[in-house]
């Protein structure tokens, strides 16, 4: 890793353990703020579009990992799937970038979870999603 | 290499992600391009079916590949994407879309993809491309 990257955030711990959440990843947990669950992800090489931007795809995923992992944390559910997801594409990101996404919960029924989530690099927001998880399993 | 199902030939990727994640096969003439990935290890969530965001990828890919037959290869981003998650998709599975051009602005495309696995719906897009550089 050049030093040109961004570091992440102290205390980040890894959260990709296999399959393809390790082969895109990897992404990392961070310390809550504000109310939000935060989760960081660093834009390599392999991340990137051939207009030189991170790939629509991978900022999905991250915000699909992110937000299945809050469903996960807030209902205490072992496993939750993602019913349906919306991705508004706000900004550019680039090689090095640390993208952070700040994940919310709107609502929670015994079934479902309602979450947001911004996809912010420093001041830049690059992405704002919402979806709607199912709780499987308890 | 995995082998192109029967009547599909490899799509030219370019973005190193689509590169990283593929290969992402194809059949038909231009503007009426069917897209197909075939779901391997590296495709699959710690549940065994295939990860939330492997199908977005696929679908940002597939859709991208049709938005840049409309335009021409005209420089294009995709600017929001609305998806659901209608059944898992396992190992194996052969996952197919043609993606339908909904209506084109001199900016704007206007798309969605219904992907389905021997023939049944699994996953359901839509999504706006912007033609850069055109108001």
Request: with cysteine; aromatic share 8%.
């Amino acid at each position: 890793m050049s030093d040109t990257h961004a570091a992440l955030p102290p205390g980040a711990e890894n959260i990709s353990r296999g399959g393809f959440n390790a082969y895109a990843g990897p992404f990392w947990r961070l310390a809550d703020e504000g109310g939000a669950k935060r989760y960081a992800l660093r834009v390599e090489p392999k991340h990137m579009n051939s207009s030189g931007s991170l790939h629509g795809g991978v900022l999905m995923t991250f915000a699909d990992i992110a937000m299945s992992q809050t469903s996960r944390a807030v209902s205490g559910a072992s496993t939750c799937t993602t019913v349906s997801l919306t991705c508004d594409f706000t900004g550019p990101g680039k090689l090095g970038d640390v993208v952070i996404a700040q994940v919310r919960v709107t609502r929670q029924t015994r079934t479902m979870v309602f979450l947001s989530a911004e996809l912010v690099c420093e001041k830049r927001t690059l992405g704002v999603v919402t979806g709607l998880w199912k709780i499987l399993e308890q | 290499m995995t082998t192109p199902p029967a009547g599909f030939t490899r799509t030219e990727l370019v973005d190193p992600f689509e590169i990283h994640v593929g290969p992402v096969f194809e059949r038909g003439s231009k503007g009426a391009r069917r897209f197909a990935l075939i779901i391997d290890e590296r495709h699959l969530n710690m549940r065994g079916v295939i990860h939330g965001g492997m199908l977005m990828t696929f679908a940002d890919a597939a859709l991208g590949q049709a938005a840049w037959d409309v335009c021409d290869h005209a420089s294009c981003v995709t600017m929001t994407m609305q998806m659901q998650f209608l059944a898992p998709a396992k190992l194996g599975d052969l996952v197919e879309v043609t993606p339908i051009l909904t209506r084109r602005t001199r900016a704007l495309m206007f798309f969605r993809g219904d992907f389905t696995v021997r023939g049944e719906a699994i996953f359901s897009v839509a999504s706006v491309w912007k033609i850069l550089g055109q108001d």
